[in-house]
């Protein structure tokens, strides 16, 4: 009796475990289908629809901001990804950023131009480094996103802070200086948590998890 209950377990164990474990190369295509399906569109066009109809209910003041992250929020990578077959080479991607040629996310410009026409202070907040703050600048006002407010990397003695503590960091100081943070927008919840953040919007993003 006890060798068949543990013959049981044994399987039913192996059996949870393998069919919980996805394939690479499918999990890979399952990401892939739902970008390029029209999945994320609706995704996002429901996100966006929604924080619009939120917004639109908050009193703009003349020092109401909203925070933008950049990366998966305001411009996309699925293309290197991609092409990295949803891996990460620093070097590669480090070349893509500066060549400063990514598209915009989408329904993501539709809520910064709703924003901008509501006279909200526009910031992007992005844990990218100083020297890619010009190809930063110069692919965020090709791609449309104009009229911002500031755009705030990291500098040297910010690059081995954790990104939630940055940001935060950053919004809290803006809070001093006398912003009035009424949202903040990010694919990462380190984009998110903290302080001073007002509605917070999480964009989704399925090629990669920061969190920390
Ligand atoms: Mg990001």
């Known amino acids: 009796m006890k060798i068949y209950f543990l013959l049981f377990l044994i399987f039913t164990l192996v059996g949870c475990s393998s069919n919980q474990l996805v394939n690479l190369r499918t999990a890979k295509d399952i990401v892939k289908d739902y970008y390029e399906s029209g999945k994320y569109d609706e995704e996002m066009n429901e996100i966006i629809k929604d924080v619009e109809e939120k917004f639109s209910k908050v009193v703009v003041k003349n020092n109401s901001a909203v925070i933008f992250d950049v990366d998966e929020t305001t411009l996309s990578n699925y293309e290197i990804s991609k092409r990295l077959d949803f891996g990460y080479d620093h070097k590669i991607v480090q ?32 844990g990218r480094l100083a020297e890619e703050y010009d190809a930063t600048y110069k692919n965020l006002i090709e791609e449309g996103y104009t009229g911002f407010d500031t755009l705030i990397v990291r500098n040297d003695e910010q690059k081995k802070i954790k990104t939630q503590i940055f940001k935060s960091g950053i919004r809290e100081e803006l809070t001093k200086a006398g912003y009035n943070i009424i949202g903040t927008i990010g694919d990462q919840w380190t984009d998110l948590e903290g302080e001073y953040h007002g509605i917070q919007v999480k964009i989704p993003n399925y090629l990669y998890l920061i969190e920390d």
């Open 95 to 126: 070349d893509w950023v500066l060549s400063a040629k990514l598209p915009a996310i989408k329904q993501t410009k539709e809520l910064y131009d709703f924003l901008k026409s509501k006279n909200v202070k526009l910031i992007f907040l992005t």
